[in-house]
């Protein structure tokens, strides 16, 4: 069977010299099974003709609003709701300022605002265009509302110029598609299917005073790969995300709560408790707080200032004393002898899974886009994975909770 056979696709091409690209990325869609329905911009006219598309799609090719072929439907909407996946390729810096702020004065840009399909994008323009500061925070509003993007290259533009703006070649574009598909049934019948999974990530903040506090060196990546897989494996994710170094993901599937200190931390755990079937608890919560939070800052005087701490509560221990049917699992992130540290937090915190890294090892510690755990369980260990990225760590570990919950081998 085809891998795209029985998937309607919008492609949208924009007035740029890459538009040439699009016949050879509608040719090799359509041979994958895709229905392809074209639309183009006038811009777009004037690099490439409605009638090649048209035959390399076997479908109409539409350009015009107000060129409705059926009195009984109206085209834009038609194709917005029927549309598995609307994919913009190229993608001018116009088109994606259009999407940024809502603007609908063509076909192209009418159906992007109907529809409710994911939205795929593939920037292609000059160097300078795409490093501008408007056309960056565009794309950064795009991506925080769950558009996804496929990466220009970087080579010799028409322009003249050498650097990144090269729309991704046609094959390439090809297999980013098939993956997304791919990972839409994952989740729907992955190991992790119909599970209520809940992850915390990033460091929490306790005030000190307005424009002070206490935190810790937690960027949230080990967190947010968690969730980024768990929903890949089919689970519904509640990412609980403390202060990070990079924006969350916004998948569909992801629903983001945003807290900061280790109290609200706690009470968004406890509020989604009793519902979930898996918890894993990567944020670094930070286990002492001031006893007063000035509500002004506080002035300097003296040569010294002393800071009373107490303790938060330990989320982690709260939830092991009163566990019933969910699937828990901690981590133990230490400066030496983590196996020790992490089997005696396993234990006291009443754990399934508790995941030990040493942070002081180099590819290990916060910030990274790598890690290296060992996991273990009430018998001892059970993973002990070298040097990887975060996304296979957190692949392996909810690999690990899949088999002990639901009893399937994966």
């Not at 991704?168 to 990972?183: A, D, G, R, T």
């Not at 800052?297 to 709260?318: A, H, N, Q």
């Not at 969910?326 to 196996?339: C, S």
Request: include cysteine; aromatic fraction near 4%; hydrophobic fraction near 45%.
């Amino acid at each position: 069977m085809k891998s795209l056979q029985g998937k309607s696709i919008i492609l949208g091409i924009t007035g740029g010299i890459a538009a040439y690209k699009a016949a050879a990325l509608t040719s090799k869609l359509t041979q994958k099974g895709a229905e392809v329905h074209v639309i183009m911009t006038s811009s777009a006219k004037q690099f490439i003709t409605e009638l090649t598309l048209q035959s390399l799609s076997k479908q109409k090719v539409y350009s015009d609003t107000f060129q409705e072929r059926d009195p009984s439907s109206i085209s834009h909407i038609d194709l917005a709701d029927a549309a598995d996946l609307v994919l913009i390729a190229p993608a001018t810096a116009n088109i994606i300022a259009k999407m940024a702020h809502g603007l609908a004065d063509d076909m192209l840009s009418t159906t992007l605002l109907a529809t409710t399909a994911p939205i795929m994008v593939a920037p292609a323009m000059n160097v300078h265009m795409y490093q501008h500061p408007a056309v960056l925070s565009n794309m950064d509003i795009l991506y925080n509302r769950g558009v996804q993007f496929i990466e220009p290259g970087e080579g010799l533009l028409a322009c003249g110029y050498v650097g990144k703006g090269r729309l991704e070649e046609p094959e390439e574009i090809v297999k980013v598609v098939e993956n997304f598909f791919v990972l839409q049934k994952e989740k729907t019948s992955g190991p992790l299917a119909g599970k209520k999974v809940v992850i915390t990530a990033g460091g929490t903040v306790e005030r000190i005073d307005p424009v002070r506090y206490i935190s810790n060196d937690s960027s949230g990546k080990m967190g947010f790969a968690l969730a980024r897989t768990a929903r890949t494996m089919g689970a519904a994710v509640t990412l609980i995300a403390a202060r990070t170094d990079e924006a969350p993901p916004r998948d569909a599937g992801i629903d983001l709560v945003r807290v900061q200190s280790a109290q609200e931390m706690h009470d968004a755990v406890m509020a989604r408790w009793s519902e979930c079937d898996i918890l894993v608890k990567a944020a670094a919560v930070a286990d002492y707080r001031p006893r007063e939070s000035s509500d002004s800052k506080i002035k300097k005087s003296g040569s010294t200032m002393t800071l009373e701490l107490v303790k938060t509560t330990d989320i982690l221990e709260s939830l092991g004393r009163i566990k019933d049917k969910q699937f828990l699992i901690g981590f133990a992130a230490e400066t030496g002898n983590a196996e020790v540290y992490a089997k005696d937090k396993l234990v006291r915190k009443n754990l399934d899974l508790i995941v030990a890294n040493d942070v002081a090892v180099e590819g290990a510690g916060f910030g990274t886009d790598t890690n290296i755990v060992k996991v273990y369980d009430a018998e001892g260990l059970v993973l002990d994975l070298p040097l990887a990225s975060k996304d296979e760590v957190a692949r392996r570990i909810l690999r690990l909770a899949a088999e002990r919950v639901t009893g399937a081998l994966i």
